[in-house]
């Protein structure tokens, strides 16, 4: 066996430079950590891979890639936004998507795609493939065709049911005409269930990242689904309008039209009374299909300055592997398309008028006069640390106040237009404090 050594060194040279390409399959738990470490192998300048802060129920970390031109930081006039799939463990489409999207972000930004560098330079994307490692695993255990077996967490709760309950909240905020209509998470006194870690790790991502916008992928359906989620009345089926309706209904159409089937009104449906939702253009508000309380979506909304949209990604919620990538086919152009919608409306930096200084948790109120209307829109959002803000809107004219206690408040008109793969417009403000009364 003398020879085998002098072999051996050779055999290593050709596997060293070796850097595994994206294979369609089903990644298992490892395999998702592996595909992310070596998308930042291949792109160290641009990503990071981070965990939450909190662990699954059985002790897997939850992943994450971030894609920026500065990893690891937020920058004023960046604006953040996130992905997360599989937070229904039986549901794995979205889980691959991700993971193929990473890969892809990468590689095009490594071979010069230019619409991709800009992305990518002008906004800090993190994507996360799982929210529920432990569910994909039971689901995978059991053959991954049941409809339900592997949704829910190792503690057998439904993590899109576990968030604390928000809407009730704003719900009576509103008929009472009092409170804030926005970041209402310190106002929450009693829980239905215990937070879970899944949950836990989310809330604290949330609180931590001003994401501006986002998107839940699940499966069992073919519609973009928009909030509220939460019916007013509690009927089980009722339009749950936000102040940010039009909004929403854009940004879940920049989906749900960028897909290669989501919007076709000929397709078939999906579930057990066959429905299909490209009728209406692919999309739905969450409590007209059906209400649901303690779900992400519009936690995202009424506990920080996030829009967030769920996607149902097709019928099936555990596709065969074989069809994984005539899905990503499908779903690629709307999945960049979608990311592309975090520069719509008005962005812009709060400051101090006298010193300069960055004014964080200002108020940004918007009021909608396009032709002549003064609709006032009752969600307001807020600057972060630096004083930075974003303020996602379609187009039309508005009226936007910059306000901080102990400031004179100021008001300034402006059009948004919205142009594709465009900043949003800068609008800086500049408050001045108000004078001391004896
Ligand atoms: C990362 O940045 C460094 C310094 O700017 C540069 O030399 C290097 O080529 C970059 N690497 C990649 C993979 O782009
Ligand atoms: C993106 O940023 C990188 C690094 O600053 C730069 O080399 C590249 O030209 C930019 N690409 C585009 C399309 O803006
Ligand atoms: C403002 O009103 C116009 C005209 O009704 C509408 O097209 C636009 O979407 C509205 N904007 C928002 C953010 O609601
Ligand atoms: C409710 C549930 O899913 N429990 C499972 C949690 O995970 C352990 C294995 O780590 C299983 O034995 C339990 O059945
Ligand atoms: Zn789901």
Redesign the pocket.
């Given at each position: 066996m003398r020879f085998a050594c002098w072999l051996l060194p050779s055999v290593v040279l050709v596997l060293a430079p070796l850097i595994e390409a994206f294979t369609w399959k089903h990644h298992d738990n490892n395999e998702l950590r592996e595909v992310l470490n070596t998308v930042h192998d291949?792109?160290?300048?641009?990503t990071r891979v981070y965990t939450l802060s909190e662990k699954s129920v059985r002790g897997l970390p939850l992943h994450v890639i971030e894609f920026s031109s500065k990893p690891g930081y937020h920058q004023p006039y960046y604006p953040e936004f996130k992905y997360i799939g599989n937070m229904h463990g039986n549901e794995v489409l979205g889980r691959e998507l991700l993971l193929k999207l990473a890969d892809y972000l990468c590689e095009q930004y490594?071979g010069g795609d230019t619409s991709i560098q800009k992305l990518v330079n002008m906004t800090r994307i993190h994507i996360m493939p799982s929210m529920n490692p432990d569910g994909w695993q039971i689901a995978t255990d059991a053959g991954g065709n049941d409809y339900l077996v592997g949704r829910v967490n190792n503690n057998s709760i439904d993590l899109n049911r576990n968030f604390p309950d928000l809407d009730r909240i704003m719900f009576s905020n509103e008929q009472d005409n009092v409170g804030h209509n926005n970041h209402l998470l310190a106002l929450v006194d009693r829980l239905n269930q215990p937070i879970q870690p899944e949950t836990k790790g989310v809330i604290r991502w949330i609180m931590q990242v001003p994401f501006v916008l986002s998107a839940n992928l699940h499966g069992g359906d073919l519609v973009a689904n928009y909030p509220y989620d939460e019916s007013r009345t509690g009927a089980m089926m009722e339009y749950s309008k936000s102040p940010d309706d039009y909004t929403f209904r854009h940004l879940a159409q920049s989906y749900s039209t960028f897909h290669t089937d989501m919007a076709r009104p000929n397709r078939a449906g999906c579930g057990f009374d066959g429905y299909n939702f490209g009728r209406q253009g692919g999309i739905t508000n969450g409590a007209a299909w059906y209400s649901v309380d303690g779900g992400m979506q519009d936690f995202n909304y009424l506990s920080s300055n996030d829009f967030e949209i769920t996607l149902e990604l097709g019928c099936d919620k555990y596709p065969p592997a074989s069809t994984l990538q005539p899905e990503w086919e499908k779903n690629k152009k709307a999945l960049i398309n979608f990311m592309w919608q975090s520069h719509i409306g008005v962005k812009g930096i709060v400051r101090d008028g006298l010193t300069g200084r960055p004014i964080a948790n200002a108020v940004i109120h918007v009021r909608n006069i396009t032709d002549g209307k003064k609709d006032d829109i009752m969600h307001d959002i807020t600057s972060v640390y630096q004083g930075d803000y974003y303020r996602l809107l379609t187009p039309g004219d508005y009226e936007i106040t910059a306000y901080q206690e102990g400031y004179s408040p100021e008001m300034k008109r402006v059009k948004v237009i919205n142009r594709p793969e465009e900043e949003a417009v800068r609008l800086d403000f500049k408050l001045f404090t108000l004078p001391q009364v004896n």
């Open positions: 291949k792109c160290p300048n641009i490594n």
